[in-house]
């Protein structure tokens, strides 16, 4: 059987080069240049048109990074509003993650299937090219159409000039490459054996540890037997009855008695005046009014949405009579369905809100 191609090996890229200079300029026909490694400026030498890989990469980009932010505008504002810590529904700064995530993985999956579509590659299909097992070591050949008659004499002539131009008598012209390096074959089977050596059966065991410092901390724990004092531990536990600063105690638990009781005995350090109702009325604007409304008239966005049960209004019997020291207790600990607020209001911003919802009593 005749073969269609003729191969010209070489043994560097820029001889590679000059070769593709000649046989351009001789009118011969390359199929194709197979090269260890990407060659920088070969599809310009071998005259291909630019990849169209990185349009695609930045329209898909585009197209991530669009739905990335319509997707959160629209969960966030419309579908399932969500009040973090009185942040607005529609907090940009804090898509930007999500929508950068996004960006990058539409722009790398559709890069990628750009690319399986355009090398029409899909599981299972047979390769259609040649397999030159050299190629992928350390040998780069061109591949051209085999020439007949005189061009053939003058391709010989051409790559036998080359060899003396370039002095390189390893450029040779080859019908059928079957050459295989065993060396590289060799080292398969010893890649396994190591990774496989640093498994142990024993769970107990890690195995080969490579950088133990940087998997295990070498600080003390709190509480630690202190080394320069055995009896000791590292930290000292604080004295009975330390609190931390800025700290005020609330002496009634989260139970039942310690409502009614802190209904019947707290009073609020601070007396009520327009600048603290104030105060209040914009930490209410901020954590409450979702579910509570501008007015504590149960009708806030959650609840139109009817993403949330209506709260009790301010107006109803059961809370216009409400002491200070319940409302104070459920804003703390959280009532119910209504969550615990403690972690996000300071003692003194707990007293200005009770102020405002006091004043919204009163109102109604
Ligand atoms: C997630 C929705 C939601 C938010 C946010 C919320 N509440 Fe409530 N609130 C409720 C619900 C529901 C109840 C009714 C609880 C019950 O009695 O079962 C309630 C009850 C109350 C009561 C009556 C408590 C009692 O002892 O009967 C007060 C006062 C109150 N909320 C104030 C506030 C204040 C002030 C804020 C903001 C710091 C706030 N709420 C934030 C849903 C909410």
Redesign the pocket.
Known sequence: MTNKYLHIVFRDEENLFEGIDLLRANDFSIVDVMTPFPVHGLDHKIGLKPSLIPTVGFICGAIGALTGFFFQSWVFTSSWPM?FGGKPFFAFPSFIPVIFEMTVLFSALGMVLAFLYRSKLYPHKECSTEKVPITTDDQFVIKLMKPEGEKLTLLQKLVNELKVKLDNPEIAISEKLTFFNNKIVALVPLAFILCFSSCKNNKEQPGYEYMPDMVYSRSFEYYSANPLDKSKSMAKVPPVGSIPRSFTPYPYPNTKDG?EQA?KEWINPLSSNDIYIDEGKK??EL??????GQK?EAN?I??EKQK?????S?SSD??KE?PAG??F???TY??????P?AS??SYQE?CK??L??QSLQKKL
Do not use: D, E
């Open positions: 009040n409502y209904g930490l209410f954590y409450c009014v979702y579910c509570h504590g806030g959650l609840v949330f049960p209506p709260p009790p301010f059961i809370l409400l319940k409302i207790h459920s804003i959280g009532k119910n369905l209504m969550g607020h996000m209001l707990r809100v009770v405002f919802v």
